[in-house]
C-alpha cells in the first residue's frame, strides 16, 4: 500500500516535471506577426498623386498577443542580403493592424545612409522577415516571422495576406483575379493595407470550420 502510494507520488511528480520541461522548450508564439504584403503595385497606394513601383509598396504587420507591442523593436528586410529596409515605428495596441508603405522605408533609408532602395518587395517571388531586437543583447536581431511568397502572389494589386489576421496566408486578388493552380488561391477580396483583413464573399472554407460543420452533420 505504502509503496504504491510512493510510487503514484513519483509518477506524478515525473508527470509534472515533463510538463514544465515541455512548456519551457515550447516557445511562444510571436506576437507580431506579417499579416499582408503587396509587391507588385499598379494603383497608387500610398495617396501621393502617383503610381511608383518602389514607394507604393506596402507591408502591413499585426499584433496577435494580448499586450501592446513597441514596434520600434522591429525591423524588415527582404530574401536578398542582410541589409535591413525599416525599423518599424509607433506602439501597435492587441487586436490592431500596421501598414508601411515603400516610401517610409526609403525615408528611413536615407536618413540612416543605408541607400534608397525601398521594401526591395520583388515581383518575382521574395522572402519577407519580420525581425525583433533581441532583448538580451540589443546588437542582435531575432527572426519572429517570415512570408515566402511566388510570382503569382505579387502581380499587379494582388496582395498576400493572412486570413483571418495572424493566421494563413490567402491572396486577396478582387483587383486582378487570379485563375491559376498556384497556392494560396485567390479568394477574391481586396487589399486592405492598415485594416483587419476580411473577406465575406466565399471565403475559403479552413480546418476550424470545417471541423465545426462535420460536428453539426454527425
Ligand atoms: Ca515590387
Ligand atoms: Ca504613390
Ligand atoms: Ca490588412
Not at 5 to 16: D, H
Not at 167 to 192: I, K, Q, R, V
Amino acid at each position: 500500500m505504502r509503496e504504491g502510494f510512493w510510487r503514484t507520488g513519483v509518477g506524478v511528480l515525473l508527470l509534472a516535471i515533463s510538463v514544465s520541461l515541455f512548456l519551457a522548450a515550447t516557445p511562444a508564439r510571436a506576437q507580431l506577426v506579417l499579416n499582408e504584403i503587396l509587391a507588385d503595385p499598379a494603383s497608387d497606394w500610398d495617396a501621393d498623386g502617383e503610381v511608383d513601383a518602389r514607394l507604393d509598396e506596402w507591408i502591413e504587420v499585426y499584433n496577435a498577443g494580448a499586450a501592446d507591442v513597441h514596434l520600434t523593436e522591429y525591423w524588415v528586410r527582404d530574401g536578398l542580403g542582410e541589409a535591413l529596409h525599416l525599423n518599424l515605428f509607433g506602439v501597435l495596441p492587441p487586436g490592431q493592424t500596421a501598414v508601411f508603405y515603400g516610401y517610409q522605408a526609403v525615408a528611413w533609408q536615407q536618413e540612416n545612409d543605408a541607400g534608397s532602395s525601398g521594401l526591395s518587395l520583388n515581383n518575382g517571388g521574395d522572402t519577407v522577415q519580420l525581425l525583433r531586437t533581441d532583448p538580451d543583447d540589443p546588437e542582435n536581431l531575432l527572426l519572429v516571422d517570415e512570408k515566402i511568397y511566388g510570382p503569382h502572389e505579387a502581380v499587379d494589386d494582388r496582395a498576400a495576406g493572412r486570413l483571418p489576421d495572424g493566421e494563413d496566408w490567402s491572396l486577396f486578388d478582387e483587383l486582378n483575379p487570379y485563375e491559376g493552380d498556384e497556392l494560396p488561391a485567390g479568394n477574391g477580396c481586396e487589399p486592405t493595407p492598415g485594416g483587419s483583413n476580411v473577406c465575406d464573399n466565399g471565403t475559403p472554407v479552413d480546418a476550424a470550420t470545417w471541423s465545426g460543420v462535420r460536428e453539426r452533420w454527425r
